[in-house]
Every structure is written in structure tokens, then in C-alpha cells.
């Protein structure tokens, strides 16, 4: 888990919509003043 790694899956997106799912929380996050980060890398 997060907690725990540092870093967890939340889920499994096609590029378009990870991209505007990881913009839209890192957006709203930081509206909120929560130190949360998303990121998107490629499924291996």
C-alpha cells in the first residue's frame, strides 16, 4: 500500500483517460492542501 511503499496502483486507465483522471486529482488535492501526488507510467 501507499503507507507502507511510498507508491500503490489505483487503477488501470487507456493513456487519454489516466491523463485527465491524474490532472483532475493533483488539481483537487492541491486545491485542498493535501501533500498527494498521482502519477501514469506505462503497465508492464
Same mark, same amino acid.
Given at each position: %500500500?501507499?503507507?507502507?511503499?511510498?507508491?500503490?496502483?489505483?487503477?488501470?486507465? %487507456?493513456?487519454?483517460?489516466?491523463?485527465?483522471?491524474?490532472?483532475?486529482?493533483?488539481?483537487?488535492?492541491?486545491?485542498?492542501?493535501?501533500?498527494? %501526488?498521482? %502519477?501514469?507510467?506505462?503497465?508492464?
Amino acid at each position: %500500500t501507499a503507507h507502507r511503499k511510498g507508491s500503490c496502483v489505483v487503477a488501470v486507465f %487507456t493513456r487519454e483517460v489516466a491523463e485527465e483522471k491524474c490532472r483532475r486529482a493533483n488539481d483537487m488535492g492541491a486545491a485542498e492542501g493535501f501533500p498527494l %501526488t498521482f %502519477t501514469m507510467e506505462k503497465e508492464s
